[in-house]
């Protein structure tokens, strides 16, 4: 498994990405990017994480690769099947 040292929550605290930078604007767009595919991707296997967060998006800053990680919550969607609403952080769950 491949070690990664930031998380996105920590690499937001530090103000690192902010979209007034310059550069920073082209990472928030690739970051996003990734964490869109990797969604989409779970979505094809029918499985919901059920946690997203920013703790929970790791952060390669050398190559700028993100993974999705804290798969804890995560179910297998069966169709048919109840599913409890709330399952989640509490901080980052909708209202």
Avoid: W
Avoid at 39 to 64: E, F, G, W
Wanted: charged share 20%; proline share 3%.
């Amino acid at each position: 498994m491949d070690y990664y040292d930031y998380n996105l929550y920590q690499i937001i605290k530090k103000k690192e990405l902010t979209p007034n930078q310059a550069h920073s604007g082209e990472l928030i767009k690739i970051y996003i990017y990734q964490m869109i595919r990797g969604l989409n991707y779970l979505s094809t296997l029918d499985i919901a994480h059920r946690d997203i967060k920013p703790h929970n998006i790791l952060v390669n800053k050398q190559t700028n690769k993100t993974v999705i990680c804290d798969f804890g919550s995560a179910k297998q969607l069966v169709k048919g099947e109840t599913n409890l609403a709330y399952i989640c952080s509490r901080c980052y769950r909708a209202p």
